[in-house]
């Protein structure tokens, strides 16, 4: 057994409630994290494009991110006409004085950006591949961005080992340790303060700029 959201504990087999389920689309379910396995492409920091057409790409936050992070109270977008490259910062989730940025799926300029979001953020955590998505893209270079984004059943595999090392942070840092046949509950953070908001983003939303240097991995003890 372990703890649940409300300091109880999973029982075998025992499913959390999911969040809205974008309806039309191909999703497989990893640990409750909902994976899209056509048309959209996922970055390694968990935003997601999908194409329209050979002139634009969609862009926004994954279902990880979401039930990883919990409902944001505000989002920063990118401001329209401005060049993003791919991995590079370009938006920003706010909950509790806490920020998470997030880089760019693909190199291009900002063409528009959706207008619900503003008015409430809440949209990405509760529909995140379709009334949530944030922003779209004139992109350049896109065949080569492409080459370095998961898709399809690629994009399963990927989330599942994420899953996995959520899986053991969450055991290493909280003591909760998932049973078979259960599923991640919505707002890890929320749940499991004891996990550090800055370790959950740069763990799982900022590692390229971590692996690279660009930022200082946060250090923590078992304990802390």
């Not at 999703?27 to 920091?45: I, S, T």
């Not at 900002?110 to 809440?122: A, D, L, V, W, Y």
Request: charged residues 25%; contains cysteine.
């Amino acid at each position: 057994m372990a703890k649940s959201q409300e300091g109880k504990f999973f029982e075998e087999g025992q499913v959390m409630m999911p969040q809205q389920k974008s309806k039309g689309l191909q999703m497989e379910e990893v640990f409750g994290f909902q994976v899209p396995v056509e048309n959209y492409y996922l970055h390694r920091g968990h935003a997601w494009a999908l194409l329209e057409g050979d002139d634009r790409v969609r862009v926004g936050l994954d279902d990880f991110s979401q039930k990883l992070l919990g409902q944001a109270a505000e989002v920063k977008l990118p401001e329209i006409g401005k060049v993003y490259y791919q991995n590079h910062l370009c938006m920003a989730l706010f909950r509790e004085g806490e920020k998470a940025s997030f880089e760019a799926p693909v190199d291009g300029a900002i063409e528009t950006i959706n207008p619900k979001i503003r008015q409430n953020p809440g949209l990405i955590h509760d529909d995140p591949y379709v009334e949530g998505w944030l922003f779209t893209v004139k992109p350049v270079n896109l065949r080569l961005n492409l080459e370095n984004l998961v898709y399809g059943e690629e994009a399963v595999v990927w989330i599942n080992a994420e899953a996995h090392r959520l899986l053991n942070l969450m055991d290493t840092r909280a003591g909760v340790v998932l049973p078979d046949g259960g599923t991640i509950v919505d707002d890890v953070y929320g749940n499991y303060r004891e996990l550090g908001w800055r370790v959950l983003v740069q763990e799982f939303f900022l590692r390229n700029l971590t692996t690279r240097g660009l930022i200082s991995p946060v250090k923590w003890k078992k304990g802390d």
